[in-house]
């Protein structure tokens, strides 16, 4: 019965064990949904947007993942909070210093940068700004540094360009005066400041020649200095206009904006993200209409400047492994795991069979002590036969299980005490009556 109870008992357990196991696996992997927190910054700009537009492309579905914004002030404050480990995701400009603990999830937008000036302009480039008055499109603080950048890399004096933030009725007043010379501008292609500055200027002379746009020169040797930037190619007509603009393709400098995630971020939940983005571009379109640009990074460049999670990578390269392909994996190692309780129960069942054999062994002996000390009429040579059955099936036990740890002496003990009361039998039964 004790044998029973105690393979009962662990098998029991094994068995609890695992189906709870099982179950909670199988409610994480079909059911198991993340709320991210993302950083982005300030209230009014582009991630805090794009961000309430996430959540509302997917409101109605309830999908694994959902967003938590944290307005931060600026870009750099949004790497902070990352670095901080406040937040698990968060919104950044490529030409902010990223956390040493960011990955990249995706590109979200590429901003062109470059000049507009009026059609009849004899600017021809940043190199020819000095002494000119620049509006400044207005925006983060880091357009104007990277303005200063890139006067500095043509050779221009930041000091001899006058400058002042422009924009609506304000920048089309200051063209009709002739009190600007040229608009420094970054933004998408497309919808975006940049279209909203050329139609200010068009504005400002109706009848006049169509402003242009003005690329930044050398932008590939700009990025060699700064690999935080990339240059992107400008089709003719990207800014549109009934006279297109540009009037030709070319090449510009651009930044771009990232979905940057903690590297402690799960593969499988980065993998996700990666895709609910890529694959919903058309729908975040609709509310955000630079969303058709969210694109994957370059998988096949091996030192980024900003690094790609592993995550990421397995869902752009198709390494990624699926819900079910996971749960098989998890399956198999709950099977070992199981594998290993079974074999353990099985070891202790056997010890404890072992165990009850050598005390039932022990009881006998004692019974048959008993008898021969207490019945005169017991056959001492049935007792011998029943010893001899008991020592052969010990010295089995030990045979097979060298290793048990039972005490020998107490059982050389006992047999020498049977020994003993078998031979006093023989002999009182040899005594003439």
């Not at 960011?102 to 940043?126: C, E, H, Q, T």
């Not at 500095?152 to 009190?179: I, P, Q």
């Not at 771009?256 to 903690?262: E, M, S, Y």
């Not at 190692?333 to 309780?341: D, Q, R």
């Amino acid at each position: 019965m004790r044998l029973r109870h105690w393979r009962m008992v662990l098998f029991g357990f094994a068995g609890i064990f695992a189906a709870i196991f099982m179950g909670l696996l199988g409610i994480w992997l079909f059911s198991a949904k993340y709320t991210l927190s993302i950083a982005a910054g300030p209230a009014d700009g582009y991630g805090t947007r794009f961000v309430a537009a996430l959540n509302e492309a997917f409101k109605p579905e309830e999908p694994r993942i959902r967003f938590k914004p944290l307005v931060t002030a600026d870009s750099s404050a949004s790497a902070k909070a990352l670095e901080q480990d406040k937040v698990d995701l968060a919104i950044l400009r490529s030409d902010v210093r990223p956390p040493p603990n960011g990955l990249v999830i995706v590109i979200l937008r590429r901003d062109a940068v470059g000049l507009l000036v009026p059609g009849k302009s004899d600017i021809k480039g940043f190199g020819d700004l000095a002494n000119k008055s620049v509006a400044l499109l207005p925006g983060s603080h880091f357009n104007t540094e990277l303005f200063d950048n890139l006067l500095a890399f043509h050779g221009v004096d930041a000091k001899t360009v006058k400058r002042e933030t422009l924009s609506g009725n304000a920048l089309t007043d200051a063209l009709k005066k002739k009190s600007i010379d040229a608009v420094f501008g970054i933004g998408p292609l497309g919808i975006g400041p940049l279209v909203d500055a050329l139609a200010d200027m068009r504005r400002a002379d109706p009848r006049g020649k169509a402003p242009v746009f003005l690329p930044v020169d050398d932008a590939s040797g700009y990025v060699k200095a700064h690999p935080a930037m990339e240059t992107l190619d400008v089709p003719k007509g990207a800014f549109g206009g009934t006279t297109p603009v540009p009037d030709d393709d070319d090449t510009t400098l651009a930044l771009t904006w990232r979905l940057i995630a903690k590297d402690t971020m799960l593969d499988a939940v980065a993998g996700e993200l990666a895709r609910m983005l890529i694959v919903s571009k058309g729908r975040l379109s609709l509310l955000m209409p630079t969303a058709h640009q969210i694109i994957a990074p370059d998988t096949d460049d091996k030192s980024p400047y900003l690094p790609l999670h592993p995550g990421a990578a397995a869902y752009y390269n198709d390494d990624q492994e699926s819900w079910i392909d996971r749960f098989e994996d998890v399956f198999y190692l709950v099977a070992m795991f199981g594998s290993i309780i079974a074999s353990i129960g099985a070891g202790a069942a056997g010890y404890f069979r072992r165990h009850n054999h050598r005390e039932a062994d022990i009881k006998d002996l004692a019974i048959l002590i008993h008898t021969l000390a207490t019945d005169p009429n017991y056959d001492p040579d049935a007792a011998e036969k029943q010893l001899n059955a008991l020592v052969r099936r010990g010295l089995t036990l030990r045979a097979s299980h060298p290793d048990d740890l039972d005490d020998p002496q107490i059982m050389s003990l006992v047999l020498s005490e049977m020994r003993h009361q078998i031979a006093a039998r023989r002999a009182m039964l040899s005594k003439p009556s």
